[in-house]
């Protein structure tokens, strides 16, 4: 009777048992499946070759964070000012921007690293794109890219300038520039302005009131130097609100040396070529009471024939000759050097004029052997006119293209 049920109960915990083999058998497979073993490559292996895996993945991530200011997609950003491109956790090595027409911007990364800024403002309604890239101490780098446009500006200035491009002129010629916009911030302007020269010389400019920029260097220029101006004033902010939109390369050459000197008490004009007198020429100068400006003084404008009208100048009815020949200006105010036909025998006798220095020359000037016709003929724009001995002060150096008149200390500060 008890046999029974010992013999069920044994078959019961065979049964159990294979259920719980079973049951070990399944989770193992299970476990098998999910973490893969050795013969399957899988390359995971347990949780401790997880973790190693894990760190040499992340080893290879730079540290160095690169900020661009301004942000990617700004538009109406300033000319000056805004872009600046910085490194956290490392160095910059590399910061390249350009224009759309692929045009770099100079630039500069500090010594340690940790910026980079342009050496110049950017062009106004301008989009540029910056890339930067810098490495962290272990060596690993990162980049950022970024995209952004300058303002337009509602408000702008040019600069008028002498010589024009291309010309060949005397060896007084400074390079002068007319603003149409009186400048506050010369600083800025005058940095946007380049000058190079072949052989190399000192330029420094120099401001007259704040619409007025002339260069020169300490002395006449060498003959034969090679001058390039590059304005880069497109972008420049001259003045609150106001920008620059031009952007232009000048060049002009510097021909031969001629300075011809009026002595006012002898009524003579020497014209010296590359150091030698090539010519002696009878003059009438400023009569008294309208004596002509001592001093240095540059051609700066050729005019075959012009009229000359004492209303013009301040002597209201005095004179209006419709056909003065031969006339080259030396001032604003209205100081020449021109051809004469009225002045008898003035010519080396005396002096008759009303501030000019005049030369015999004929009606309507066809005589190409008369001094003014000679001197017209053999005189750039750029040459040097000094007089001396004359009963009145030294021009004022704005007043024409008359820098000389000023030391180069003054020049300079």
């Known amino acids: 009777m008890n046999v029974g049920p ?5 078959v019961g915990a065979r049964r159990g048992g294979r259920k719980l083999a079973a049951l070990a058998l399944g989770v193992m497979l299970a476990v098998t499946a999910c973490g893969g073993g050795p013969e399957q490559g899988s390359g995971s292996g347990d949780g401790k070759g997880k973790g190693k895996d894990s760190t040499a993945a992340r080893s290879t991530q730079s540290e160095a964070r690169v900020t661009i200011a301004p942000r990617d997609g700004a538009k109406s950003v300033e000319t000056s000012g805004e ?13 390249v921007v350009k224009n759309a027409k692929g045009e770099a911007v100079e630039g500069a990364i500090s010594k340690d690293g940790a910026s980079w800024t342009p050496s110049t403002h950017l062009a106004a309604s301008t989009a540029y794109t910056v890339h930067a890239v810098a490495e962290d101490a272990e060596g690993r780098t990162t980049t950022q890219d970024s ?12 600069g008028h300038f002498t010589p024009e491009d291309g010309s060949t002129v005397g060896v007084g010629m400074p390079f002068s520039l007319n603003f149409t916009r009186g400048i506050t911030k010369p600083d800025d302007v005058e940095k946007a302005i380049r000058i190079t020269t072949v052989p190399a010389v000192e330029v420094e400019g120099h401001w007259f009131g704040n619409d007025r920029l002339d260069f020169r260097p300490q002395t006449y220029w060498k003959a034969g130097t090679k001058v390039t ?3 880069n004033l497109d972008g420049v902010e001259g003045r609150d609100g106001v920008y620059g939109e031009q952007s232009k390369k000048v060049s002009f050459t510097i021909g031969r040396s001629q300075i011809s000197v009026v002595d006012a008490k002898k009524h003579t004009m020497k014209v010296i070529r590359d150091g030698k007198v090539i010519k002696k020429i009878k003059v009438t100068t400023g009569a008294p009471g309208y004596e002509t400006w001592n001093g240095k003084m540059v051609i700066s404008e050729k005019l075959t024939v012009t009229r000359m009208n004492g209303e013009t100048v301040g002597y209201g009815g005095e004179y209006d000759i419709k056909d003065v020949p031969h006339a080259m200006r030396l001032s604003t105010s209205g100081t020449f050097i021109h051809g004469n036909y009225w002045g008898g025998d003035a010519f080396g006798n005396r002096n008759a004029s009303h501030g000019c220095v005049g030369l015999r020359d004929v009606k309507g ?9 000679w001197f017209f003929d053999n005189s750039l724009i750029g040459d040097v006119v000094e007089v001396k001995n004359s009963d009145d002060a030294v021009i ?6 008359n820098g000389w008149n000023m030391s180069w200390e003054k020049w300079k500060a």
């Open 6 to 10: 010992i013999s069920g109960a044994s």
């Open 83 to 95: 872009l600046k491109v910085t490194a956290a956790r490392g160095k910059l090595t590399e910061v």
């Open 147 to 158: 995209r952004f446009t300058t303002l337009t500006p509602k408000e702008t200035f040019i």
């Open 229 to 231: 101006v590059e304005l």
């Open 365 to 373: 000037g066809w005589d190409k052997k008369a001094p003014a016709a």
């Open 396 to 401: 004022a150096p704005d007043n024409g293209l």
